[in-house]
T-cell receptor, first 115, second 112 residues
Framework: NAGVTQTPKFQVLKTGQSMTLQCAQD?????MSWYRQDPGMGLRLIHY???????DQGEVPNGYNVSRSTTEDFPLRLLSAAPSQTSVYFC??????????????FGSGTRLTVV | SQQGEEDPQALSIQEGENATMNCSYK?????LQWYRQNSGRGLVHLIL?????REKHSGRLRVTLDTSKKSSSLLITASRAADTASYFC????????????FGSGTRLQVQP
C-alpha cells in the first residue's frame, strides 16, 4: 500500500517554464488537495477536489491549474513558473469529502526551486 | 489567513518531560486535528477531536478542545528524542471550503 505518491521529489525550473507535479493515491480516497509550505509557515491550500471531475480553488490558486480525471490522480500544473513559487508542495488525500471526520494522508512532498 | 495559530512557536525540553502545545482558531469547526512533521518529510496525522468532544487520548498523546474559547492543546507525555518534530493543528471549518486550514506550527526539540 503506497499511500500518496508525489513525483518528482526535487525540481529546479527557470522563470517562465511550465511543469506538472504529479500526485497519485491508491487508497480510493474521494478527496485530494494541494498545499504549499514556505519556510517557517504552515500549509496554504492551493486547490482541492472532492471527487473525480470536481475541483475548486483554495487560498492561493493563482499561477496553478488542476484537474481530476480519475479518482487516483490529481496533478498540479504550474503555468509559467515564478520565483515566488519556490516552495515545498504537498499533496494530501482523505477518505471522504464530507465532514466525515477523517484525517489526511500526505505525500512526501516536492521541493521546487524557481530561478 | 491562518485559522489555527500554535503557541509556542518553539519549545525545547529534556527527554522524559511533558510537552504542551496550544492552538487557537477563529471560526466554528467540525473537528480539529493535530499533525507531526519530521524535518524534510510530509505531515503525519496524529489525532482528531470532534467539536462535541472535550478530550481524547492516543498513547502518549492527550488532546483537549474548548470550543467556547476556540482553543485546543496537545500534550505529549514522557517525551523522547524521537518526538523532535514540528507539530501543526488543523481545523475543519463548518462553513466555507471543504479543506483543512493549518496553523504555522510548534517546533519541538527534545534533548536526550
Amino acid at each position: 500500500n503506497a499511500g500518496v505518491t508525489q513525483t518528482p521529489k526535487f525540481q529546479v525550473l527557470k522563470t517562465g517554464q511550465s511543469m506538472t507535479l504529479q500526485c497519485a493515491q491508491d487508497m480510493n480516497h474521494e478527496y485530494m488537495s494541494w498545499y504549499r509550505q514556505d519556510p517557517g509557515m504552515g500549509l496554504r491550500l492551493i486547490h482541492y477536489s472532492v471527487g473525480a471531475g470536481i475541483t475548486d480553488q483554495g487560498e492561493v490558486p493563482n499561477g496553478y491549474n488542476v484537474s481530476r480525471s480519475t479518482t487516483e490522480d490529481f496533478p498540479l500544473r504550474l503555468l509559467s513558473a515564478a520565483p515566488s513559487q519556490t516552495s515545498v508542495y504537498f499533496c494530501a488525500s482523505s477518505y471522504s469529502a464530507m465532514s466525515g471526520n477523517y484525517g489526511y494522508t500526505f505525500g512526501s512532498g516536492t521541493r521546487l526551486t524557481v530561478v | 489567513s491562518q485559522q489555527g495559530e500554535e503557541d509556542p512557536q518553539a519549545l525545547s525540553i529534556q527527554e522524559g518531560e511533558n510537552a504542551t502545545m496550544n492552538c487557537s482558531y477563529k471560526t466554528s469547526i467540525n473537528n480539529l486535528q493535530w499533525y507531526r512533521q519530521n524535518s524534510g518529510r510530509g505531515l503525519v496525522h496524529l489525532i482528531l477531536i470532534r467539536s462535541n468532544e472535550r478530550e481524547k487520548h492516543s498513547g502518549r498523546l492527550r488532546v483537549t478542545l474548548d470550543t467556547s474559547k476556540k482553543s485546543s492543546s496537545l500534550l505529549i507525555t514522557a517525551s523522547r528524542a524521537a518526538d523532535t518534530a514540528s507539530y501543526f493543528c488543523a481545523t475543519d471549518a463548518r462553513t466555507g471550503r471543504r479543506a483543512l486550514t493549518f496553523g504555522s506550527g510548534t517546533r519541538l526539540q527534545v534533548q536526550p
